[in-house]
């Protein structure tokens, strides 16, 4: 099978023919569809600092947002059959730890990613076990399918506390960005401000909702905007998604008293913070946000994406096919874009 193949800790990728994967008595493999690039498909390009500290392997088939029929299940697998269309989580649980036992899979203490340390879906088929395949209706179009993982983070991060109702901040446009705009929106958030320094990305977060107020950073002032138009309060409500120095700190600079602040972007160091005046004295609430619930995030993203009031469809920009991922991935990189689809099978 043709695949997205990372051959050694250096910059780039190659297309190789490999074989296709064998799968054990608790997996099924897929046939993918078609496939999504994500931020940490570009570190894993790039192999810098990130994977490194992940423990990434190498060499192996990079993806992991992926949509695909099950072609083949093993002996153990109840749930799935041969024909389903499914989507991928990513995150592959031991199913035997103390977080695994208690609803919290998602963060299990033996945790591995698809596509980061095991062979991913950029691919014609991956394989993944029972657990992560997530069945979806007959009708969805694929590329639909393989943004599942990425909204459900949205889904995840905005939906972790009260929002209705409440003045919330989105830091940081990209693909889960302009997920976040939407799920707000739907969910009655009072004003959603959103906060990024690339145009393209905030005219398409600004079409994801009513009312929203794009702030270029680059540009204009975020934090004495923010404070201005929430009657100098700021805010209730920060989602961080930039993953950048600046974006964190200007979210802890306009959360208001009592406020909460979800971080979900990844940093690749440590970030300096003023606790004492942005979250001690201010009683700020942190949630940090990894990935999706196993699987409460699903069955929500699944029921607002059915339910057409979110339109998911906008923030899918590109499409290319397998041959030209590198492309791809550049331009998911280069940002002026939503998300990039690979046309696969
Ligand atoms: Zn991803
Ligand atoms: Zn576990």
């Known amino acids: 099978m043709k695949?997205?193949?990372k051959a050694n800790r250096g910059k780039g990728i190659e297309i190789?023919?490999?074989?296709?994967?064998?799968i054990s008595k608790d997996e099924v493999l897929v046939k993918v569809k078609k496939a999504a690039i994500c931020g940490s498909d570009i570190h894993l390009y790039e192999w810098n600092d990130w994977c490194e500290n992940v423990n990434a392997k190498n060499p192996m088939v990079i993806g992991h947002e992926f949509c695909g029929e099950v072609v083949e299940a093993g002996d153990n697998v109840s749930s799935i059959k041969v024909g389903d269309l499914v989507a991928g989580e990513t995150h592959i649980p031991c199913g035997q730890c103390n977080m695994c036992k208690t609803g919290k899979q998602h963060i299990c203490q033996n945790m591995k990613i698809l596509g980061v340390h095991t062979d991913g879906a950029f691919a014609e088929y991956v394989k993944i076990p029972e657990v992560c395949a997530w069945k979806l209706t007959k009708d969805t179009p694929p590329e639909i399918g393989a943004i599942y993982e990425p909204f459900a983070i949205a889904v995840h991060g905005v939906l972790k506390d009260k929002i209705t109702g409440l003045s919330t901040v989105i830091i940081g446009a990209g693909p889960i960005g302009m997920f976040a705009v939407g799920v707000a929106n739907f969910a009655g958030s009072s004003q959603i401000f959103v906060v990024d320094i690339n145009d393209y990305r905030l005219d398409l977060a600004l079409k994801m909702g009513e009312d929203i107020i794009s702030i270029n950073s680059g540009k204009e002032n975020a934090v004495k905007i923010i404070r201005e138009k929430t009657g100098g309060i700021g805010?209730?409500?920060?989602i961080e998604l930039s993953g950048s120095v600046s974006g964190t700190k200007t979210g802890f600079e306009v959360v208001g008293k009592s406020g909460r602040v979800c971080l979900i972007g990844l940093h690749s160091k440590e970030v300096p913070l003023d606790l004492v005046n942005n979250v001690i004295y201010k009683e700020t609430t942190i949630y940090g946000i990894t990935g999706r619930?196993?699987?409460d995030s699903w069955y929500l993203a699944d029921k607002l994406i059915?339910?057409?009031?979110?339109?998911?469809?906008k923030v899918i920009t590109h499409e290319f096919p397998l041959e030209e991922t590198e492309?791809?991935?550049?331009?998911a990189k280069e940002g002026n874009c939503g998300k990039v689809i690979l046309n696969i099978s």
Request: hydrophobic fraction near 45%; avoid cysteine.
């Open 3 to 5: 695949a997205v193949y």
């Open 16 to 22: 190789r023919d490999i074989s296709i994967p064998k």
């Open 235 to 238: 805010a209730e409500v920060v």
């Open 293 to 295: 619930e196993m699987f």
């Open 306 to 313: 059915h339910s057409g009031k979110i339109d998911v469809k």
């Open 327 to 331: 492309k791809a991935i550049l331009t």
